[in-house]
């Protein structure tokens, strides 16, 4: 059993506090029995985040910082046949235009239904079937390219992005360019679409850019996959600090609690926390032969220290 906790310790203002309110009691209470199974340091700038680096090395998948090939493991999940093609995920997104920069929305904050995905997916996929590429449908949030230039194309993930300068997490290379020029297409095509208008009018953001990701070839997998629970993210995300602490607080309550009991009964568990710069692999300790976790990250206030070194 393996639980992976993304934005278990997110970065911001206002994240701090949030971390230092947090009671945790099932956490709390099963730290002095914990031992530290690995840390995989970084920093708030890699391409790849934490939790996609940890699923990752639990699924055996190989690539460079911002090189994992989710698209292609996305794809054949929704049912599309990766074969040996290079893939990347398109993400459908809002671009915000504000006074110093472009900064990208949180596709989940679109609202988009699967008759506006394909009908703004019909309408792009000329500009990349033109260029070359295969271009499929997927899901509302998911649509896919194939494309030689893919292979090895390093790209930011979207949850380093969303709410962020875009500019900052544009690679140097060379392929980034045809990307960037489609992004400037699809936004002149998409800004006075019929489906944009309609949802302007009810309120909702326009769908005016894309987010290339998760670009390589399919790659075999182990059979286990790990449990992720993502409520962190959206609250993370989006700065809700109350939000965010509400999450962890019923997250204790659950899934931890559950890991918890399991490790009691005797089960092989193990528990990945990740925070934007690194993870920390957390399994039942055996005395004879590992180290406890430090004093630190066990006596009072243990939770948020424990976060904090993330």
């Not at 920093?43 to 699924?59: F, K, N, T, Y």
């Not at 009810?202 to 997998?221: D, E, H, I, K, T």
Request: net charge neutral; with cysteine; aromatic share 6%.
């Amino acid at each position: 059993m393996h639980l992976i906790v993304p934005f278990a310790a997110p970065l911001g203002e206002g994240a701090r506090p949030a971390r230092e309110r947090l009671a945790l009691p099932q956490l709390r209470a099963w730290l002095p029995r914990l031992a530290e199974g690995g840390r995989d340091a970084g920093d708030e700038w890699s391409l790849s985040p934490p939790h996609e680096r940890a699923l990752a090395r639990a699924l055996g998948l190989a690539g460079a910082d911002g090189g994992l090939p989710w698209a292609a493991r996305s794809a054949a999940a929704d049912g599309l046949d990766p074969g040996t093609l290079a893939w990347g995920l398109l993400t459908p997104a809002h671009w915000h235009l504000g006074t110093d920069q472009v900064s990208l929305g949180d596709p989940e904050a679109l609202g988009l239904d699967e008759a506006g995905s394909r009908e703004l997916f019909e309408a792009v996929r000329t500009l990349f079937t033109s260029e070359g590429f295969v271009a499929c449908w997927g899901a509302p949030l998911r649509w896919y390219v194939a494309h030689e230039s893919l292979a090895t194309l390093r790209c930011a993930s979207p949850d380093r992005v969303i709410g962020r300068n875009v500019d900052r997490w544009l690679t140097e290379d060379p392929a980034v360019r045809l990307v960037r020029r489609l992004q400037n297409e699809v936004q002149m095509l998409l800004h006075e679409h019929p489906i944009n208008q309609r949802r302007q009018a009810q309120g909702l953001p326009a769908v005016n850019s894309f987010w290339l990701s998760g670009c390589g070839a399919a790659q075999p997998a182990r059979a286990e996959t790990p449990r992720i629970d993502t409520r962190l993210r959206k609250p993370a995300l989006g700065a809700d600090w109350a939000g965010w602490v509400a999450s962890w607080e019923s997250l204790d309550a659950g899934p931890i609690a559950e890991l918890r009991a399991a490790a009691e009964r005797g089960a092989a568990v193990r528990l990945t926390l990740c925070g934007e710069r690194s993870a920390l692999d957390l399994e039942p300790a055996a005395p004879t032969w590992r180290r406890f976790l430090p004093p630190r990250l066990q006596g009072r206030g243990a939770p948020a220290s424990l976060l904090d070194s993330l």
